[in-house]
């Protein structure tokens, strides 16, 4: 390469080739993407859209950089599956023998209890080969069974999300902030852990309030200490004991504190996709005000 | 033809003083700017590491909480410090090659103004919470406009001085030179464009091209100039021409063709291909560093040691040796089982200081320090600080980028266990990050000395020239000189 043209040329070729490559197809892939229906329940389009509140938070979430110490994206190893047996049909003792000479679990299936505590699971954790061999059997023998998905990994354990955060789940955001550190835990689906919004906007005043020894940051400015007046605020935040304010005083979320609390809580990508298959829990489990562990 | 004859004819009349005469202003008004957003860097890089040591430190103002103090750091570092320093080495390594004077000194040095005026309104706008949310990107836009306007003010005449050059046939350096003088607004206009325009693009595509130039900003515009100049001043110090031509032709390729697709985490949560293919780029790009490594071996060969380095060199030395580690670093977290380890840690953040501060400031480091006396003629106030600054900065840098690096695969294999809780993770990292809050401090007090002792000169420099001359003018004038 003794010319300047040669090194513009092949500077234009480098560039080019990633630029087609990770600029021009992702976006011919996914610029154009629109709700997609929920896998399990066909009716339902996901994602929804943030309401206008949860809006205004992204751009405060944005504004503080909340993303260079939490991400947003649930990684997901693999995918097993259980076989959940629904209803064991006319003939239990089949059942139980099919169960047993399956070598499931660790007890021995015998006919008239086979049948008690349905649905539950007879297999956890099972490739798909095995589990579909033992719904096999099960089927022969007159039972019915599900097989269900249940995605794995360390994120998921941490109850961080229920599958992979896939890109369907940020289509209908202004600002994308994955993240690339994480200092704290993963928020994509803080909405669907910590849906109590006092309990965000506690922990955003005061974090070591809820989390004890918790190295987050107060975010003291997004809230207003001031004085009780003829009666107290109805936003004012529940302070217990030591963080409670002096007598006569109240903590009341400035609109940005209640903005970020509100899509705090609009975060959650729980949803079964296409591509990002789960069995979500018969019933939502019930809401609960416990901080992550 | 006949265009060419008469420039060389004309070539025999320009001297290397000249030369480096013609480079003075512009590269004063670029190292000066650089120096003084590389104090503010590790000022606001002090600042946010500080912040894990007490969280509640200087946090009830809203414009100097972490996620906005990191970010200013960070951009002062890459757009004040690396980009202006670079911008500058390469033009006086442009005309020194091409034996040719600088093309519109003045004309360098007002862009440099612009390019900092953007910058200063992107930091304050960081500060105020205008902050795009885009990593390396942070700048907003009103910011961004003055950005790529100074930078195309400072290229164009530059690539004009480019094209005067009198001997017309290109070394490795200037490959390289040339090849980044077009990638960085070529990325930069793009990112802007599709992330910041009115119409910008949807969902997981904003960070993807993030990413994409996050990887093209850090490992191919800092990776081609930051060997620019090690290779230049590899073949000065060791007075001999680079081992071969061909290792760095390889070199300039593998950087074009592998690290321009490098940078997407295999976590992302895109198309598996996307991340898939940006990982097979990654780990090709070792082929970079083996051929960077024997290259740079073979060109200093046995006499390295036996001769004594000036400081400049040792700043070099240290510069290639961070190159090869960093990108071997960067190679690392791409392999599947490792990254699934590194991955969101701190691991990341210490490979990206150690390549921009550890590689590509350190080579800076070592072309400012030989280049400025030789464009001024003059010495540096304190050369002994010259010297405390390489132990400083190479000290500082190991103590930022060692400890954090242990403190990310701790923290990886910590998430990764259930059974230690969030807070716990999270508290395990800060004792590395002590450690390395010790290395801002170090790299501080080094990085002002630098800047102190570029404005000493710049000082002396006026003194010297611009004083005499202004007396004179306004020298009373004597009776005798009066002519009735």
Known sequence: MKFGPLVFLAAFLGLSASWYGLVLTPQVQLGRATQETNSVVKTELYPVGRPGLAREGLEVYRANGCAYCHSQQVEQKGTLIDVVLTEVGTNSMNVANALNEAHVGDGKFNGPSVGAGLPKPVLKGATIENASVLANVLKKAGATAELHLVPTGSDIERGWGMRRSVAQDFISDATVMPGSLRVGPDLANVGARLPDLNWQLVHLFNPAAVTKGSPMPPYRFLFERRKIGKQPSPDALKLMGEFAPAAGYEIVPKPEAKALAAYLISLRSDVPLYEAPLTPPPAPAAATNAPAK | MNATSTTSSASDSISIAEIDASCRVPLFTLFVSAAAWLVMASVFGLLASLKFHSPSFLSDCACLTYGRVHPVAVNALLYGFAVQAGLGVSLWIIARLGETRVVQPW???????????????????????????????????????????????????????????KERALGPSQWFLLAALFWFPWIYFTANYLLLSHTPVRGVTQPIVAWWYSGNLNLVWLGLVGLAVIFYFIQQLMN??????????????????????????????????????????????????????????????????????????????????????????????????????????????????????????????????????????????????????????????????????????????????????????????????????????????????????????????????????????TAELKPAEVKP
């Open chain 2, 107 to 165: 004309l360098i040095a007002a862009g440099s103004k612009l390019w900092n005026l953007g910058l200063t309104v992107g930091v304050i706008g960081i500060l105020a919470g205008d902050s795009t949310g885009f990593e390396n990107l942070e700048i907003p836009r009103y910011g961004v406009v003055f950005l790529f306007l100074g930078y195309l003010v400072i290229a164009f005449p530059t690539l004009v001085t480019f094209h005067n050059r």
């Open chain 2, 240 to 473: 001999r021409p680079l081992y071969s031509r061909q290792l760095a032709l390889l070199t300039f390729w593998t950087i074009i063709l592998f690290a321009s697709w490098s940078g997407i985490p295999q976590s992302a949560p895109v198309p598996a291909w996307i991340p898939s293919i940006s990982t097979v780029a990654t780990i090709l790009t070792i082929v970079t560093v083996l051929s960077v490594m024997m290259n740079v071996c073979k060109t200093c060969g046995r006499g390295c040691s036996q001769t004594e380095n000036p400081t400049p060199g040792k700043f070099i030395a240290f510069g290639s040796m961070a190159f090869a580690i960093a990108w071997l670093m960067n190679v690392l977290s791409a392999v599947p089982g490792v990254s699934s380890v590194t991955n969101l840690t701190w691991f990341g953040v210490a490979q990206w200081q150690l390549n921009v501060f550890g590689f590509f400031g350190m080579a800076m480091f070592g072309a400012i320090y030989h280049i400025v006396p030789q464009v001024t003629g003059m010495e540096w106030p304190c050369a002994k600080s010259v010297r405390r600054h390489y132990w400083l900065a190479a000290l500082g840098i190991i103590l930022i980028a060692l400890p954090l690096a242990i403190g990310g695969l701790v923290q990886g294999f910590r998430w990764a266990n259930v059974n230690v809780s969030n807070v716990d993770v999270a508290k395990s990292a800060l004792m590395f990050l002590g450690v390395s809050t010790l290395g801002e401090v170090l790299i501080l007090v080094g990085n002002l000395m630098l800047l102190g002792n570029l404005i000493g000169l710049s000082v002396r420099y006026y003194k010297i020239h611009f004083v005499p001359v202004y007396k004179d003018a």
